[in-house]
């Protein structure tokens, strides 16, 4: 069901076994599979229907048979440890949490107005919230020996997907290790998503999900856990997924010089109106709505939205759930799902243009910049500038 | 030693208890003494020497004698607990954290070039970086019996100053529970500041050192310390203290719809050269020396330096430790202390005057924003715009 091969694909395609994907869906690349769902659909709900929730993928889907599936452990005491999916998840205790995952690359296509950027040319829609369960990765870490012997030595968890390029290299990245074991890190082994096995393009069997943590940890098709004094060596740890200067570009970059990405910085953005639509005069309001989100578990705190292009702002309604699942606040450093925000603002006195504008708080009181030009980078990452949408005032279009 | 008191004083006026202070301070308030040491000496050692350290009192210093001090804890098992100056520093280990404060109007004059801000005018030198030791605030409340049953109901610390106003209100404020008992966090009942015991203007015998949130929480003169679920009651707690959006003025704020300021964001600023200052055009190069701290513990990544007013970014190099003391990189989510920076920039072709702007990035690549007007807000709190200084560029003058 979750695993669909595609039955056109011949077996010694290393894309074979890509599974059926929801017609909607906006593709940034067939191969590997990357695609977002449009943006009129992103916020239509709390919980992002997983058939749409943004795909990306870095390398061919693979084929993963849950009955022989095995996740293997190392660098715990009494050496390395092979687990079966029944046992995963029989012997801990299933925890279920809600957690937006966001690509470092999301917006890239606005950082590639300012100058072209290497990467897929994401929208605004490479973002989703699901709810996520499975085994804690404290728990199973804890249960093979994880103390503070391990502690004094290792730094990082590692982990290594089952999908691999050409030449049998995996997919890998690692989180700091204080991430890992903390109580209130909430980190996953997740087997499912929104209630059902996880699907083939978002890591069947099992997956990392690690809250507040750049979607590129979060690995799918989980293979291999290896605790270590050292972060994973990774071409996606070591030589991408790292912020620069925009003075720095490809012939001077040192990889080395910047951290691999964890924590995400503050993100928000408009998914209504859509730029270009019209907006009817005699309506005396726009309804604008959106989402906002930031990573390391802090909280949204407000979202400022103006219709003058920044000069003026008002403060937007938060949704924080679901409406049938109300759930309660989150506790400090855990808010690791993204709100929902809308507002009714009135017209400005004859405009005939709206510059619409969003911008989030989070609870650190962190803000988005203004402009591209100064965080633009070179690999068009961690692109959170106020986002922006132009749309016309008229009194003969009514599609508001 | 640390406790002066003014010869000239009445003991019938409420400020009869200040101590004489360092004559370089440049002072905003006198009662209560509010005061930041120039720009040109904040950068000048890793460690700000006590005598210079920001100082920023709410409420007349209170005279506290060390032999008759007690701290009393309450909401844990058992009932009150009073305990004195030398049960705290007999029955606790002592344990040192250099930790970066900041005053959460630290750069209010920027703000209120925008628009007037109610609040001390404060410079760019709110902040200072210093050891500090004493007892950690979670082996004392796991001493008096802190455990599962009170982390069940509680959710804050609150702590009472021994400063008092004219109605004999103290000064208050509260941290979030899971601060405050992280092995993580870090949080001291301080009772010595760079080695030494803690000045009177600091908090002498005990202060609260909460590193990674706003210095309005790290209350001073210590003298009562409540587990609880509520935040503290007090004005500063309730109704001060808090980010509004730039709409939001007096007459429609409603302290209640934002969060008491806890960690803060993203932070950096100019210190060499000074503002009017004259660049030497022969030099071919001009210094450009600054520092840079988030809060939360997040490592500042990296500073980015322009000196055309934001076109074209150098990346600075930085400076984590005393250099006679060299530290280890701090563990993710601990970095509490503050990065000096300096970069040597080559001259544009020609320039009359320089507009030397800098930025600053935290682990979590949160950013500064580009302009005070966005984040303006009534209290003029939160104030990291990114920072600007006018340097002429001339052959006479050679100050540089
Ligand atoms: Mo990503
Ligand atoms: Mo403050």
């Known amino acids: 069901e979750s695993y669909k091969k595609q039955e056109s694909a011949h077996p010694?395609?290393?894309?074979?076994?890509?599974?059926?994907?929801?017609p909607a869906l906006q593709i940034n690349s067939q191969k590997p599979f990357n695609a977002e769902p449009p943006v009129s659909i992103l916020t239509d709900s709390y919980i992002t229907p997983s058939a749409v929730f943004f795909k990306r993928n870095h390398l061919p889907v693979p084929r993963v048979v849950s009955e022989t599936y095995k996740l293997e452990i190392e660098g715990l005491p009494g050496g390395a440890v092979s687990l079966t999916l029944s046992e995963l998840k029989?012997?801990?205790?299933?925890?279920?949490?809600?957690?937006?995952?966001?690509?470092?690359?999301n917006r890239r296509s606005?950082?590639?107005?300012?100058?072209?950027?290497?990467?897929?040319?994401?929208?605004?829609?490479?973002?989703?919230?699901?709810?996520?369960?499975?085994?804690?990765?404290r728990d199973v870490l804890l249960y093979y020996g994880f103390g503070p012997d391990v502690a004094a030595k290792a730094r990082h968890v590692q982990f290594e997907g089952l999908?691999?390029?050409?030449?049998?290299?995996?997919?890998?990245?690692?989180?700091?290790?204080?991430?890992?074991?903390?109580?209130?890190?909430?980190?996953?082994?997740?087997?499912?998503?929104?209630?059902?096995?996880?699907?083939?393009?978002?890591?069947?069997?099992?997956?990392?999900?690690?809250?507040?943590?750049v979607g590129a940890r979060n690995v799918k098709w989980l293979g291999r856990i290896v605790v270590s004094d050292e972060e994973s060596k990774s071409h996606w740890q070591q030589n991408d997924y790292k912020g620069?200067?925009?003075?720095?570009?490809?012939?001077?970059v040192d990889f080395k010089s910047a951290p691999a990405i964890q924590e995400l910085p503050i993100q928000s953005a408009i998914t209504h109106p859509a730029e270009g639509m019209s907006v009817d005069s005699n309506a005396g309001e726009v309804t604008v709505k959106g989402y906002a989100w930031s990573g390391g578990g802090r909280e949204?705190?407000?979202?400022?939205?103006?219709?003058?292009?920044?000069?003026?702002?008002?403060?937007?309604?938060?949704?924080?759930?679901?409406?049938?699942n109300p759930a309660l606040p989150p506790s400090p450093g855990r808010a690791w799902a993204w709100k929902l925000w809308e507002i009714d603002i009135p017209l400005p006195d004859k405009a005939q243009e709206l510059q619409i504008v969003c911008k989030a708080v989070d609870s650190s009181y962190n803000v988005q910049p203004e402009s591209s030009?100064?965080?633009?980078?070179?690999?068009g990452v961690l692109s959170n500038a106020w986002h922006r949408v132009k749309v016309k005032v008229s009194e003969d279009h009514k599609d508001n």
């Open 300 to 324: 949204v705190l407000r979202v400022d939205v103006s219709v003058d292009g920044g000069n003026t702002w008002h403060v937007a309604k938060l949704r924080t759930s679901d409406e049938h």
């Open 163 to 213: 999908d691999r390029d050409v030449t049998g290299t995996s997919y890998g990245a690692s989180i700091p290790l204080n991430k890992a074991v903390s109580e209130e890190g909430d980190v996953l082994l997740a087997y499912e998503m929104n209630g059902e096995e996880l699907p083939a393009d978002h890591g069947y069997p099992v997956r990392v999900v690690a809250p507040g943590i």
């Open 373 to 379: 030009a100064p965080i633009w980078n070179l690999r």
């Open 12 to 22: 010694s395609d290393p894309y074979f076994a890509e599974p059926t994907r929801h």
């Open 244 to 252: 620069f200067s925009p003075g720095t570009d490809w012939d001077t």
């Open 110 to 137: 606005d950082m590639n107005k300012v100058k072209q950027v290497k990467g897929l040319n994401w929208g605004i829609a490479a973002i989703g919230n699901a709810t996520w369960s499975g085994a804690r990765l």
């Open 90 to 105: 029989s012997r801990f205790p299933k925890h279920t949490v809600t957690a937006t995952l966001q690509c470092a690359g």
